[in-house]
């Protein structure tokens, strides 16, 4: 059905623009005459020939960039951060250079606060989530579902499947009080309801040459109708407090808002994968020379993988994907680790969640492409609810260039029914987006250190990819 209506109404655009032609009757010289003949074969097929082709992406991407919002607004710094400013991270509003390391030295894990930090209201309680009940698992779905990130016009909010909330909150080594949530009772109803979230996640990393545990802290979330009462720097210190008694001192995390002090500052780009989706929901606007099928052509991917050797990763793989990471880690200022039980954990292939593949050359791995799902609910709209979104994980390049992973990348996420494919511009990605089209997106999503302090880094020399 929706096919045959959008079969009509390119017809119909064809036959309009046809019509404007018509009416123009230039003056055209001999190599013109070629030119646009061969500018209306194209037209003709709806396909584009080079130098439009040029010309649109151009277009496309002044677009994208007039879209995109400034990098690091001054006023996106405010004057005065009540909470912040009692934590040990860099400020702003301090000259002098923080040494490289710990801000606060002299902890001890005996001076720590016995019992959880007291909640403001009463009927308000700590509760630690279960990731292995699945009610529990069902009710923080539900509860991030209906309150975490939005973008700043309402139009989409981030949906983490339930599958994927387990995989990520349970990878190997978690801790199980890390992940806490704050209930209200409802005594008529004898039951508790969420209305706040935090979790923290133990990873290893390298900061500049320093290796260091630390935790990941991932999904703050305070019910909408709690906000403003001060309950996230609650979640926050309680969740330091229950790092602390684990004797680690330090986390990393990132936001898109501006906290004291990112040590590094991200981009997201996009690449459309749906084009017609994208438009009908207003992801993504069309150049005013543009109409959707000749979009539609401009991003148009094979379903054929042009590399041959890619597969779905099995278990075989683990090792030679551990393999290959540890080496492609070597060359970021700031990157992770992954042992065996981690790559095992985080990249083998989940339905919904993760996806991951290899290049294999007579047993031999040599690259590797992963990325995991992330769909937002989109909240405008009267047909589409669900925007299918692909989210890069790790494209390791060995016998092929930045720019032809990407593409295998996205064909893959193309025939998994994804709609759009984002991937920060960290590691090397930034050298694919050009020529394959991405657009850029407002916004900076800022990257931090709780208690330590580094250099700041390029989103080049940065290979952390937190969900
Ligand atoms: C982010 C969120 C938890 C903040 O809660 P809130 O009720 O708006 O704010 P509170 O009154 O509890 O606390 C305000 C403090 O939290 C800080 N804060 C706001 N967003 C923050 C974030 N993403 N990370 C850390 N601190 C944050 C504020 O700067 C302020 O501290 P300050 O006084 O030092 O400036 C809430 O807005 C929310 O759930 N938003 C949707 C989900 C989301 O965006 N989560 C963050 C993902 S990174």
Redesign the pocket.
């Known amino acids: 059905m929706e096919d045959k209506k959008e079969e009509e109404k390119k017809e119909e655009i064809k036959q309009e623009e046809k019509k404007e032609e018509d009416k123009k009757e230039p003056e055209k010289s001999k190599e013109n005459i070629s030119e646009e003949k061969k500018k209306e074969e194209a037209q003709n097929k709806n396909t584009l020939t080079e130098s439009e082709q040029k010309a649109l992406m151009n277009e496309i991407l002044k677009l994208e960039m007039e879209n995109a919002k400034p990098a690091h607004k001054k006023s996106e710094i405010?004057e005065h951060?009540?909470?912040?400013?009692s934590q040990p991270v860099p400020q702003f509003n301090k000259d002098a250079p923080v040494e490289f390391g710990e801000i606060w030295k002299d902890h001890k894990v005996e001076d720590l606060r016995k019992t959880p930090f007291d909640l403001p209201e009463e009927g308000l309680e700590w509760k630690d989530v279960d990731m292995t009940k699945q009610n529990e698992i069902d009710k923080l779905y539900e509860f991030l579902k209906t309150?975490?990130?939005e973008d700043e016009d309402h139009m989409f909010r981030f949906d983490y499947s339930k599958d994927f909330l387990k995989w990520h909150l349970t990878s190997p080594n978690y801790f199980p009080e890390w992940l806490i949530s704050i209930v209200q009772l409802d005594t008529k109803k004898n039951k508790k309801k969420m209305v706040g979230f935090i979790a923290g996640i133990p990873i290893k990393v390298c900061i500049h040459g320093y290796d260091i545990s630390l935790a990941e802290i991932d999904f703050?979330?305070?019910k909408k109708e709690?906000?403003?009462?001060?309950?996230?720097?609650l979640l926050?210190r309680e969740v330091s407090r229950r790092i602390h008694v684990r004797n680690q001192w330090w986390a990393v995390y990132?936001?898109?808002?501006m906290?004291p002090k990112p040590f590094a500052q991200t981009t997201y780009y996009h690449r459309n994968l749906n084009v017609k989706k994208l438009v009908d929901i207003h992801f993504t606007y069309l150049p005013h020379n543009m109409n959707l099928a000749r979009a539609k052509n401009l991003y148009k991917l094979p379903t054929e993988l042009p590399f041959s050797g890619f597969r779905p990763m099995e278990e075989k793989d683990v090792e030679q994907v551990h393999d290959l990471l540890e080496k492609f880690e070597q060359k970021f200022k700031v990157h992770g680790y992954y042992d065996k039980d981690q790559v095992k954990h985080w990249f083998l292939p989940r339905k919904n969640v993760v996806y991951s593949y290899v290049r294999e050359d007579n047993n031999k791995v040599t690259d590797f492409i992963s990325f995991y799902s992330l769909p937002s609910s989109i909240l405008q709209h009267e047909s589409y609810k669900k925007l299918m979104a692909a989210y890069s994980f790790f494209n390791i390049n060995n016998t092929l260039t930045v720019k032809e992973i990407m593409k295998c990348a996205l064909i893959l996420a193309k025939n998994a029914g994804f709609d759009v494919f984002n991937c920060l511009n960290i590691m090397n990605n930034e050298e694919a987006f050009q020529d394959l089209l991405f657009g850029k997106g407002g916004g900076k999503l800022k990257y931090y250190f709780w208690n330590f302090v580094c250099p700041e880094t390029e989103p080049k020399d940065l290979s952390l990819v937190l969900m």
């Not at 951060?81 to 400013?85: A, D, I, L, N």
Request: hydrophobic residues 40%; contains cysteine; charged residues 25%.
């Open positions: 405010k951060y009540e909470f912040w400013e309150n975490y990130v703050l979330c305070v709690f906000r403003n009462k001060r309950l996230a720097p926050i990132t936001s898109g808002t906290l």
